[in-house]
C-alpha cells in the first residue's frame, strides 16, 4: 500500500505539470488563431489544450486526491493521512480558485500559485512514502598504533 500512495501522490504531482502544458498549448493556439485571422469569444469551441486542461483538473486530479486520501489511512506512511488531506485540500482550494476566476479573474493568479503549492507538497507526499533514504555507510574505524 506504501507504493500505491507514493504512485497516487506522484500523480497528482505529474497531473499538475500536465495542467500547466495544456493551458500553455490552449491559450498559445487561441493567440495563433487569432492572429491567423479568426475570432475567439465566449461562444468559440474549446481546443485540445483547454479540453486536457478541463478533464484532467476536474476529473483526473480529483479523482487521484480521493484515492490518495483512502490509501493513505492503510499505507502506514508516517505523516501520510496529514499528507494526503493537504493534497486533498489543495485541489478543492484549487476547484474553488478556477470557479471564482470567472467572476474574478485577477483570482487566477492564485488558481496559478496553488497549483505550485500543490505539486510541491503532492511530490513531498510521494517522497515521504519512499521512507528514509539510504543510510549512508560508516566509515571504518581507524587505529592509531603507538610503537614504544
Known sequence: MRSVYRVLAGLVAIGVVVQAMAIALAWFTVIKDVDDGLVFTKDSDANAGHMIHTIVGSAVIPLLAIL?????????????????????????????????????????????????????????????????????????????????
Open 68 to 148: 490518495l486520501l483512502i490509501v493513505s489511512f492503510f499505507a502506514k506512511v508516517d505523516g501520510g493521512v496529514r499528507w494526503a488531506l493537504y493534497v486533498f485540500g489543495l485541489v478543492a482550494l484549487q476547484f474553488g480558485l478556477a470557479a471564482a476566476s470567472f467572476g474574478a479573474p485577477v483570482i487566477g493568479a492564485l488558481h496559478g500559485l496553488n497549483a505550485f503549492a500543490l505539486l510541491a507538497v503532492a511530490g513531498l507526499a510521494s517522497r515521504r512514502a519512499a521512507g528514509p533514504g539510504p543510510v549512508a555507510a560508516e566509515a571504518p574505524a581507524t587505529t592509531t598504533e603507538t610503537t614504544p
